[in-house]
């Protein structure tokens, strides 16, 4: 822990939390991190295939564990995953903004969860449903084969509910 500790006091060094990783040091980094102001630089990676085997959906749990366990804000943790890896990468997606691939996921709290939003879930430990995959413009997905289906169902602007 006390490296871990000295890189984050010492350097600006992004740290990476991967699904496969240990979970107390997983607490310890986004604990420090949280105290430090430095969420900013904390990237969640899925290192499968690992000693492990393949970890379905690595990402979303590395942002479920982050919040309901750890305490992380689920609108954080959620950056973590997107804006701050796409920063680190230098790549022009995870964040929405002007100039910027606008691919989406959409999210819903899943059926049977205590939740009533995606990120209630989150915050709650539940794997959001992915209800809404848009790529270049073009739904391209309208229901996940790998969560649980959300509570809702959404609808493009102007569709009526009749």
């Known amino acids: 822990t006390a490296e871990a500790e000295r890189i984050i006091r010492e350097s600006d ?3 990476e939390i991967v699904q496969c990783g240990n979970y107390r040091m997983t607490n310890f980094i986004l604990e420090t991190a949280g105290k430090l102001g430095q969420w900013g630089r904390v990237i969640f990676g899925n290192d499968a295939p690992s000693g492990t085997g393949m970890i379905p959906l690595g990402i979303l749990r590395n942002v479920c564990y982050a919040s309901s366990v750890c305490g992380v804000p689920p609108a954080v943790a959620v950056a973590m995953a997107a804006g701050n ?3 680190v990468f230098g ?3 995870g964040v929405i903004a002007p100039g910027r691939e606008a691919d989406l996921v959409c999210l819903d709290a899943p059926i049977g969860s205590v939740a009533d939003t995606a990120l209630g879930a989150i915050e709650a430990g ?3 449903g992915v209800t809404y995959v848009i ?4 739904v391209a997905v309208v229901k996940s084969r790998n969560t649980p289906p959300g509570n809702r169902t959404p ?3 102007g569709q009526n509910d009749a």
């Open 135 to 138: 790529i270049n413009g073009r």
């Open 85 to 87: 890896t796409a920063r």
């Open 13 to 15: 060094a992004a740290v």
């Open 155 to 157: 609808r493009p602007a």
């Open 126 to 128: 539940d794997i959001p």
């Open 91 to 93: 790549l022009n997606t």
